[in-house]
Structures are given as structure tokens and as C-alpha cells.
């Protein structure tokens, strides 16, 4: 079982930017993990992709996240990274980490999740 931590969710203003972290325990393929990516879920909304990035490297964003987002990962520190800038108040969501087979299914593991609040 695959076990991901995320962490630097918080309360940031209009226009500002946040990093958000997840620790993986394993990004080994044999686990069946080829993709890490990271969701959100706003309150009364469904959970939507944000973006994802494959052992290649290869990335894949959700509509209307690239440019503004920027998804990236650290092998040496099985850690993906989610690089947030010109916050909205729009983006306050919980952010989730997951970890699955490739850009296009639905992930199989999943975080706890961290809150992003961005205040107007």
C-alpha cells in the first residue's frame, strides 16, 4: 500500500503563491505507480485533476490550471511538489495527492488531503 503525505496547504491572500509538498513512500512501479498527481476537491463541488507527472517526467494538467500551476517531483526525495501562483479565491479546495497507473485514469491511492484557503 502506497502512503502519501501532503503538506503546506494554508491561508494566503489574493494573488500570492503556495508550494505544496507530498511524501510518497514509493514511487516504484512494481506498486503499480507510473503517475503522481495532485486533485482538488472545493467545498460542494466534485473532485477535478489539477495535474500529473509520470515517471518520464511527461505532465499532464486539467483545463485551465497550466500556467498557473506548476507540477513537479523529486525522485532522490520521493516527494511531488505543486507550485501554485496568482492565487484566487476560486482555488480554496482541499488539495490531494495520488499516486496511479498513468496521465488519464483515475488514481488508485490517495492523501489526506491539505486546505488551501485564499482570502479576497
Known amino acids: 500500500q502506497v502512503q502519501l503525505v501532503e503538506s503546506g496547504g494554508g491561508l494566503v491572500q489574493a494573488g500570492g503563491s503556495l508550494r505544496l509538498s507530498c511524501v510518497v513512500s514509493?514511487?516504484?512501479?512494481?506498486?503499480?505507480?507510473?503517475?503522481m498527481a495532485w486533485y482538488r476537491q472545493a467545498p460542494g463541488k466534485q473532485r477535478e485533476k489539477v495535474a500529473s507527472i509520470a515517471a518520464d517526467t511527461s505532465t499532464n494538467y486539467g483545463d485551465s490550471f497550466e500556467g498557473r500551476f506548476t507540477i513537479s517531483r523529486d525522485n532522490a526525495k520521493n516527494t511531488i511538489y505543486l507550485q501554485m501562483e496568482r492565487l484566487k479565491p476560486e482555488d480554496t479546495a482541499i488539495y490531494y495527492c495520488?499516486?496511479?497507473?498513468?496521465?488519464?485514469?483515475?488514481?488508485?491511492?490517495w492523501g489526506q488531503g491539505t486546505q488551501v484557503t485564499v482570502s479576497s
Open positions: 495520488a499516486a496511479g497507473v498513468n496521465h488519464y485514469v483515475r488514481p488508485t491511492s
Open positions: 514509493t514511487f516504484s512501479s512494481v506498486f503499480g505507480i507510473n503517475v
